[in-house]
């Protein structure tokens, strides 16, 4: 039982779940496969209606966020999120560029703004970053004899040298770990 508590424990730190909420579904849809393809768990929304459900539940250390959405804004859900014990951290995305809407909207409690268009590999090192600073003093590494898995870089080192992986043979590897 006991062998079995810490591979739970230590395949929960290995595992990055983001909320996406973006209106578009096609881009919603290419962001959710892009991410799941890096390895990461994905819930999506595409109303402030479905993300509070997905808030409800919780589950989630990040937000990925239109502004843009068909049932209100998404500075709504900026408030509702900071008023949560635990608010995880806020990456807008959208349309909006100008320099008052990034100022209205790291001012207003997102962590990150990104205007579109952006490419996916700066997205995904921005959320990469975003969740490191989420858990700073955390161990994200796994460690089993002289193999280390990191669950933030995505990296996997054997005794030091590191090892090429896809995204599906890391999480392969950190289940078997």
């Known amino acids: 039982m006991f062998i079995k508590n810490s591979y739970v424990t230590a395949r929960r730190d290995l595992m990055n779940t983001l909320l996406i909420v973006e209106d578009d579904p096609m881009l919603g849809t290419s962001l959710m496969h892009g991410f799941r393809e890096q390895g990461f768990e994905v819930m999506t929304a595409g109303t402030l209606a479905a993300a509070r459900g997905h808030m409800g539940r919780g ?5 990925i966020l239109d502004l843009g959405l068909a049932d209100g804004d998404g500075f709504e859900l900026i408030r509702e999120l900071a008023a949560l014990p635990k608010p995880p951290p806020v990456l807008i995305t959208t349309a909006r560029g100008d320099l008052d809407e990034r100022l209205r909207g790291l001012e207003g409690g997102a962590e990150d703004y990104l ?33 280390e898995l990191d669950s933030l870089a995505r990296r996997a080192t054997r005794g030091g040298t590191p090892i090429e992986l896809t995204p599906r043979e890391f999480e392969l590897l950190a289940h078997l770990a």
Request: hydrophobic share 45%.
């Open 59 to 63: 589950g989630f250390q990040l937000v």
């Open 115 to 147: 205007g579109t268009p952006y490419a996916f590999a700066e997205l995904l090192a921005r959320v990469r970053v975003l969740l490191r600073r989420v858990r700073p003093h955390a161990d994200t590494t796994l460690r089993v004899g002289d193999l």
